[in-house]
């Protein structure tokens, strides 16, 4: 029997089936590709009341030491929103590196919420490789409303700024340069009204 016939003796899957899977393969190829900047990704890390970080964003001048550029990254806020630390120029920032598992951090959390009331800087806390429904039931536990809690599921944003120990806050002046640090140490109020007077 000659190749042709066998070939020709082979099912052979109607066409619209195999229209059917080509696109469905096109469709998931599509939805891996635009996953990360989709604000649905929030559903997969908790509550939606929890930021999520996306990517750090390059710049070779960036240096997390005092006196350089606070390195930029960018979120998904809950609104489905996307922002960045560079879009908050003009404001004072106070960005502590946390987790909840972490006792100087939960300690220095109320401390963090009392001056956040008091001040007109933004105060972000980025958490470290947790999920969403922990950090957002930490967070509501201590009503820890004026502290945004985000998300650095892959840990990119803490490397970036060299993060060793947690907590680490560092306060960034309203032109985007970081004023002063404080890492392994328990901040109080004091403390933190002095690195946010640093940073004006």
Same mark, same amino acid.
């Given at each position: =029997?000659?190749?042709?016939?066998?070939?020709? =003796?082979? @099912?052979?899957? @109607?066409?619209?089936?195999?229209?059917?899977?080509?696109?469905?393969?096109?469709?998931? +190829?599509?939805?891996?590709?635009?996953?990360?900047?989709?604000?649905?990704?929030?559903?997969?890390?908790?509550?939606?009341?929890?930021? !999520?970080?996306?990517?750090?964003?390059?710049?070779?001048?960036?240096? &997390?030491?005092?006196?350089?550029?606070?390195?930029? #990254?960018?979120?998904? $806020?809950?609104?489905?929103?996307?922002?960045?630390?560079?879009?908050?120029?003009?404001?004072?920032?106070?960005?502590?590196?946390?987790?909840?598992?972490?006792? &100087?951090?939960? $300690?220095?959390?109320?401390? =963090?919420?009392?001056?956040?009331? +008091?001040?007109?800087?933004? #105060?972000?806390?980025?958490?470290?490789?947790?999920?969403? $429904?922990?950090?957002?039931? #930490? =967070?509501?536990?201590?009503?820890?409303?004026?502290?945004? @809690?985000?998300?650095?599921?892959?840990?990119?944003?803490?490397?970036?700024?060299?993060?060793?120990?947690? @907590?680490?806050?560092?306060?960034?002046?309203?032109?985007? !340069?970081?004023?002063?640090?404080?890492?392994?140490?328990?901040?109080?109020?004091?403390?933190?009204?002095?690195?946010?007077?640093?940073?004006?």
């Amino acid at each position: =029997m000659s190749q042709v016939a066998v070939d020709d =003796m082979r @099912p052979q899957l @109607p066409r619209w089936i195999a229209a059917i899977i080509i696109g469905a393969i096109a469709l998931a +190829s599509l939805a891996a590709l635009l996953f990360p900047s989709l604000p649905v990704v929030n559903l997969f890390t908790g509550p939606t009341q929890v930021n !999520v970080i996306r990517r750090v964003i390059d710049d070779p001048n960036a240096a &997390p030491r005092i006196g350089g550029t606070a390195p930029d #990254f960018e979120w998904n $806020a809950p609104t489905g929103k996307t922002e960045k630390l560079s879009d908050l120029r003009g404001k004072t920032v106070v960005i502590t590196f946390w987790a909840t598992w972490c006792e &100087p951090c939960r $300690a220095e959390m109320p401390a =963090m919420q009392r001056v956040a009331r +008091s001040t007109d800087a933004v #105060f972000l806390a980025v958490d470290l490789l947790e999920d969403g $429904a922990k950090v957002r039931s #930490f =967070m509501d536990s201590l009503a820890l409303d004026r502290l945004a @809690p985000l998300l650095d599921l892959d840990g990119n944003v803490t490397r970036r700024y060299a993060v060793l120990e947690l @907590p680490q806050t560092f306060f960034i002046d309203p032109q985007g !340069v970081i004023r002063h640090i404080e890492h392994g140490e328990v901040l109080d109020d004091a403390a933190v009204r002095n690195g946010i007077d640093k940073a004006r």
